[in-house]
């Protein structure tokens, strides 16, 4: 029995679709390049300065920002350089100092006994 298998997407268009959502979605007004700089504070400053200013933004200012910088780790796959991760990575600690969340509890996690 043959398997069947989905037609890819043709052309360019299919492959970057990650790329379509990060310049039209309703998420963030982004600067240009913002996830290219190489230090986590700059990182941080500019995604808050970005969900601050944004009127396209759906949610509040800091799960904007949190969800973008997400986003963006997770679709940038195989192509983003380890170095350019952990740099990314920490940008995410340094969003949340910069919005006054620093890592408290677990969510959920109450003082049960």
Known sequence: M???TRPRAAGRRGRKWSQHVTRTSNALDLEAKVFELRSP???AASLK???????RR???AYPSAMS???FYIN???KGLSSSQ???????????RRAFGREA????GARGRS
């Open 85 to 95: 991760k952990r740099v990314l990575e920490r940008a995410k600690s340094e969003l």
């Open 68 to 70: 973008m910088l997400n």
């Open 49 to 55: 300065r970005s969900a601050l200013r944004s009127k």
């Open 75 to 77: 679709r940038a796959g």
């Open 41 to 43: 504070v700059a990182v």
């Open 58 to 60: 759906k949610a509040p």
């Open 104 to 107: 408290g509890p677990a969510r």
């Open 2 to 4: 043959k398997k069947r």
